[in-house]
């Protein structure tokens, strides 16, 4: 089993920055290294969407319209820890921001967008921006 820890979410200004972070741990997370990671979020009254995914070479998968441009992933595989970026924040980003992982290998379009791609979840972090 992997579990995730995120952190790094909090209040913060329309047109400010904030940086996520999420580490691995567990008995698996030594072949950490091989996971896929990703950052998903759910906004109140909506499903939980895609934002972000890197693979285990560090393939970045491209963002989605939403957050393109501004938000950035990045792993550090020495510290088992993913990261987003996250700047020139806006009010519809507000949401709750959820970590997975996967070592699954995935083919065809849309590999990693899809919730159903990875195997583990973290227990979120809430970001706010506020207008």
């Known amino acids: 089993q992997v579990q995730l820890i995120e952190s790094g979410g909090g209040l913060v200004q329309a047109g400010g920055s904030l940086r996520l972070s999420c580490a691995a741990s567990?008995?698996?997370?030594?072949?950490?290294?091989?996971?896929?990671m990703g950052w998903f979020r759910r906004a109140p009254g909506k499903e939980r969407e895609f934002v972000a995914a890197i693979t285990w070479s560090g393939g970045i998968i491209d963002y989605p319209d939403s957050v393109k441009g501004r938000f950035t992933i990045s792993r550090d595989k020495a510290k088992n820890t993913v990261h987003l970026q996250m700047n020139s924040l806006k009010p519809e980003d507000t949401a709750v921001y959820y970590c997975?992982?996967?070592?699954?290998?995935?083919?065809?379009?849309?590999?990693?967008?899809?919730?159903?791609?990875?195997?583990?979840w973290g227990q979120g972090t809430q970001v706010t921006v506020s207008s």
């Open positions: 997975a992982a996967t070592i699954a290998r995935c083919s065809g379009d849309g590999c990693y967008e899809r919730q159903g791609d990875f195997d583990y």
């Open positions: 567990g008995r698996t997370a030594s072949n950490y290294a091989m996971y896929h």
